[in-house]
């Protein structure tokens, strides 16, 4: 991976910032999208310290390293590799990505306002670990999380065929 | 153990994983004056498990999705993993004073996602409703530390290979 210019976490600092020290000042119509804003930035720097992370390992396989950078199956194979160290932790990304999902796209719900401050907390226990979970990832489990991919994708495939 | 019955009829396999596989070769179909027709007798004690197993889960879910109950079917030992987990969740919410239809739902189905693809998890979602919230909330609690809870017990109770393919989602 090329220069870092960016640390994802400043996402999620800066989502704690606008609901802690702005909420009061954003006009009154803008509010839930500042919500749904501050959960998806929790998700995505979630996601991408993870990947970061991950891409910075050394591991051979050129190809799946290509995708973890590159493309849309970064966020299967970052939630699986973590769900293979720490089942736990891997539930709290997917719970993250469910709220992200509702907060982008499901426009006919008001998100309710405890939300964001459910997301925080997810998005903190999980950085209090990530360190660790990072440190035990070895390339078999990022190979044996996309594989497991793979056949998901296989029997969705066979399913609709 | 894998054991094997043969006949000219086909074969019937008991697998290492405790599947039953009923092998019956195509011509069987095509071969004229060959077959009349299949029966399949199944075990009245078996018919009486799956019901049990049917019966025990609609006490602790209320939102379920048939096609994934139909997949649990063909995983039994699974489905019996499963069922101990939701007893489980069951037990610890009503120690915190929480009981489904009044303070909460649960639901068992499959969450793929539509943009990544292989994101296909079976999901078990505890759904809060407002007596639940104001319920944690009195005695101190909030969602997130109700998740932590849900997903060390998952952990706890499923195999570990299972506790990989199963998420617990709490909204």
Redesign the interface.
């Known amino acids: 991976m090329s220069h870092r210019v960016f640390e994802p976490k400043t996402f999620y600092d800066l989502a704690i910032h606008v609901k802690n020290q702005l909420f009061h000042i954003i006009p009154q119509e803008l509010k839930q999208a500042a919500d749904r804003t501050c959960i998806s930035r929790t998700y995505y720097a979630v996601f991408l310290s993870f990947r970061d992370k991950i891409l910075v390992l050394p591991f051979q396989n050129a190809e799946l390293r290509r995708r973890i950078e590159r493309t ?2 970064a ?2 194979i970052v ?1 699986e590799t973590i ?2 160290i720490d ?2 932790i ?3 990304i ?2 993250l ?2 709220l992200r ?1 509702d907060a982008d796209y499901k426009t006919d719900i008001a998100p309710s306002p ?1 939300k964001v ?2 997301a925080f ?2 998005a903190n ?1 999980i950085f209090s670990k990530s360190a660790f979970i990072v440190s035990k990832i070895k390339e078999s489990d990022i190979i044996s999380a996309w594989s ?3 056949r ?2 296989q ?2 495939r066979f399913y609709l065929e | 153990m894998i054991n094997t019955y043969t006949s000219e009829c086909g074969t019937v396999t008991m697998t290492d994983g405790r599947r039953l596989i009923i092998n019956i070769p195509e011509d069987m179909f095509t071969s004229p004056g060959y077959l009349s027709s299949i029966s399949l007798r199944i075990n009245t004690e078996a018919l009486g498990t799956i019901n049990n197993m049917l019966n025990r889960l609609s006490k602790l879910v209320n939102k379920i999705d048939f096609e994934t109950i139909n997949n649990l079917l063909f995983q039994p030992t699974v489905f019996l993993d499963i069922l101990t987990f939701l007893e489980e969740v069951h037990e610890f919410m009503g120690r915190i004073g929480l009981y489904m239809y009044e303070h909460f739902q649960v639901e068992i189905s499959r969450w793929i996602d539509d943009e990544v693809e292989g994101w296909n998890y079976l999901q078990i979602k505890v759904i809060l409703l407002g007596g639940g919230m104001n319920e944690i909330s009195r005695r101190g609690i909030d969602k997130f530390m109700l998740l932590k809870s849900l997903v060390s017990i998952a952990t706890q109770i499923l195999p570990q290979q299972l506790r990989r393919e199963v998420v617990v989602l709490v909204e």
């Open positions: 849309n199956d966020h299967a939630a769900r293979i089942a736990d891997g539930d709290f997917v719970n990505r469910k999902n405890d401050a459910y907390k997810i226990e497991k991919i793979q998901r994708r029997k969705e």
